[in-house]
């Protein structure tokens, strides 16, 4: 019986990373090739699966589409949450405390999957609408009641003076956002990391002058 048992786990394992192989390659050929022009036959050859495998495993290319873009929006709201998560009052600096969270969220922003999620989004949204609403509903919404939870708590501490706390997290994000969007080229050029840590600077210290408990 444990014999059988490891068998299945070992099927069940090789099944599971050819899934993950074939959205990889998949996020890749749309990056590239955009949905109209990228063919299963490419996803598999860059998956190095059989065109065959591909099918039994998502039944067409708009569920592979679908699922390879849910899959990054998972990650993606797993590390920003995870950078919200630091925003914790210890009764220190409260703008290095805001600066450290800012810069864990601007490497969020500015990692390469992400503006190439954001790119294959926007250049599909005639077809796919729906994808970019799940995407903002499901990471940019849920980061930013993440982060005015924060803010709350901090208010309640008497830390910050914030009588709307979604509101100044959607101000905070959008003063880190816009200038790295600008600097960025919308992701097309590379940004040293003292460029980043500027944006953060500022974005902290504009937040502070309008948000900063009397």
């Given at each position: 019986?444990?014999?059988?048992?490891?068998?299945?786990?070992?099927?069940?394992?090789?099944?599971?990373?050819?899934?993950?192989?074939?959205?990889?390659?998949?996020?890749?050929?749309?990056?590239?090739?955009?949905?109209?022009?990228?063919?299963?036959?490419?996803?598999?050859?860059?998956?190095?699966?059989?065109?065959?495998?591909?099918?039994?495993?998502?039944?067409?290319?708009?569920?592979?589409?679908?699922?390879?873009?849910g899959l990054l929006a998972?990650?993606?709201?797993?590390?920003?949450?995870?950078?919200?998560?630091?925003?914790?009052?210890?009764?220190?600096?409260?703008?290095?405390?805001?600066?450290?969270?800012?810069?864990?969220?601007?490497?969020?922003?500015?990692?390469?999957?992400?503006?190439?999620?954001?790119?294959?989004?926007?250049?599909?949204?005639?077809?796919?609408?729906?994808?970019?609403?799940?995407?903002?509903?499901?990471?940019?919404?849920?980061?930013?009641?993440?982060?005015?939870?924060?803010?709350?708590?901090?208010?309640?501490?008497?830390?910050?003076?914030?009588?709307?706390?979604?509101?100044?997290?959607?101000?905070?994000?959008?003063?880190?956002?816009?200038?790295?969007?600008?600097?960025?080229?919308?992701?097309?050029?590379?940004?040293?990391?003292?460029?980043?840590?500027?944006?953060?600077?500022?974005?902290?210290?504009?937040?502070?002058?309008?948000?900063?408990?009397?």
């Open positions: 019986m444990s014999a059988v048992g490891a068998g299945d786990l070992t099927g069940s394992r090789g099944r599971i990373d050819k899934r993950q192989a074939i959205l990889d390659a998949a996020f890749a050929v749309f990056a590239r090739e955009g949905y109209a022009q990228a063919g299963v036959d490419a996803i598999a050859a860059e998956a190095g699966v059989a065109k065959a495998t591909v099918y039994n495993h998502f039944g067409d290319k708009e569920t592979v589409l679908r699922q390879t873009v998972e990650q993606a709201l797993a590390q920003n949450l995870a950078a919200v998560g630091r925003l914790t009052d210890t009764g220190g600096d409260l703008r290095a405390l805001l600066e450290d969270v800012g810069l864990s969220l601007a490497h969020c922003y500015c990692d390469e999957r992400s503006w190439t999620l954001r790119r294959l989004l926007l250049s599909e949204f005639s077809r796919f609408p729906d994808l970019l609403g799940l995407v903002f509903g499901q990471v940019n919404d849920r980061v930013i009641e993440a982060l005015a939870d924060r803010l709350a708590r901090l208010a309640l501490a008497g830390r910050l003076h914030v009588t709307d706390p979604v509101a100044a997290a959607e101000q905070f994000a959008a003063l880190l956002g816009s200038p790295l969007d600008k600097r960025t080229r919308l992701g097309t050029r590379d940004v040293s990391d003292e460029e980043i840590r500027a944006v953060v600077s500022a974005a902290a210290g504009t937040f502070l002058k309008a948000f900063a408990a009397p």
